[in-house]
């Protein structure tokens, strides 16, 4: 079974180190970018047990579940592997708010952006406010596929412990398992590289405002 994990988040924190003074429409941008990371970086805590998660009912699933004969047997293991998905749903679901909470947050830097003056500042603001609606939509897709993959694993891990299951049912179904999961992979790169997009148009955004930053 081929399990991987979603996506991780890239620490997008910038440390002003000069140049706050007053309460111009970049300063006021800036409190929001930094807060909306401050939300994304609780993300890290629900990364490593969903990691987990998707290992041990990978064990459970290959070495086990795949091993033994008897349904009798099976159930244990697989009432384990269905219970953990579970709690893969719950972490997911916690993920997905803090990157809504996030995003939101990040959305009232649009009041101030629109008071911008400069040109060039604009153009980067609206380049860093472009690269960060596309990556939210991407998460989007990336959360609803995960999901439809946990119900996927759910539903292979049910069969285990059926008697009325064919050889060949399950065979199928494990394959949807790893077409999901392949598309999973594919989210999760193109998520991980708008973040890396993003990160250097924040960048771009700052030096244009004249910010004397680095990254933390």
Do not use: W
């Not at 002003?16 to 941008?29: I, K, W």
């Not at 459970?60 to 009798?72: F, P, R, S």
């Not at 959305?107 to 596309?134: C, G, H, I, R, V």
């Amino acid at each position: 079974m081929n399990k991987l994990t979603t996506a991780s988040v890239s620490a997008l924190s910038v440390a002003l180190l000069a140049g706050c003074g007053g309460n111009d429409p970049a300063e006021e941008m800036y409190e929001y970018l930094e807060e909306s990371v401050q939300i994304e970086s609780e993300i890290e805590e629900k990364q490593e047990p969903m990691q987990e998660a998707e290992q041990e009912e990978q064990r459970l699933y290959e070495e086990e579940m795949l091993q033994l004969t008897e349904v009798e047997d099976i159930a244990p293991y697989a009432e384990e592997a269905i219970e953990s998905a579970e709690e893969r749903k719950t972490l997911m679901e916690e993920e997905r708010d803090l990157i809504e909470e996030s995003y939101e947050t990040f959305q009232q830097a649009e009041e101030p952006k629109a008071n911008l003056e400069d040109e060039e500042l604009q153009e980067a603001a609206e380049e860093m406010f472009s690269t960060m609606e596309t990556r939210y939509d991407t998460y989007s897709e990336l959360f609803e596929t995960y999901m439809e993959s946990i119900e996927l694993d759910i539903e292979l891990y049910e069969m285990t412990k059926s008697e009325e299951t064919e050889t060949d049912e399950l065979e199928e179904q494990h394959e949807q398992v790893n077409e999901k999961y392949n598309e999973i992979t594919e989210l999760n790169n193109e998520f991980n590289e708008l973040t890396n997009e993003y990160n250097e148009a924040k960048m771009n955004f700052y030096e244009a405002a004249d910010f004397e930053v680095t990254f933390e």
